[in-house]
Structures are given as structure tokens and as C-alpha cells.
């Protein structure tokens, strides 16, 4: 069986102005971990990105 597990980190907690600035992941694989990612994400222009977010991030 193969799963993915996806995690998001957002600039904030309002879904429809909060820049999304981290997705990572990781690919398992008959109960074995595969591969894992991680990408920062350039922000939109005029999205929200909170610096307490950031903060507590530790971006």
C-alpha cells in the first residue's frame, strides 16, 4: 500500500487571504517511509504573512 502524508504551514489562519509558504510530505510505501519532501513556497502578491506565524514556524 502507498500513503502519502501531506503538511501545509500558512502565513496565517484566515483560508482565503493566507499566503501558503510551506508544503512537505512524506511517501510510505508498504509501512516503509520512501521519500520525503519539503518546499517553501514563494507567498502571492497581496497574501496575508503574519510574522507571529513565521515565529511560531520558525521560519
Known sequence: MKI???DTETGGV???ESAL???SGIV???KKDV???NFY???FQGSEVN???LEV???
Open 4 to 6: 502519502l502524508f501531506i
Open 41 to 43: 513556497v514563494k507567498p
Open 35 to 37: 521519500e520525503e519532501f
Open 57 to 59: 514556524q520558525g521560519s
Open 51 to 53: 510574522p507571529k506565524a
Open 28 to 30: 510510505r510505501v508498504d
Open 14 to 16: 484566515n483560508p482565503k
Open 21 to 23: 509558504i510551506q508544503l
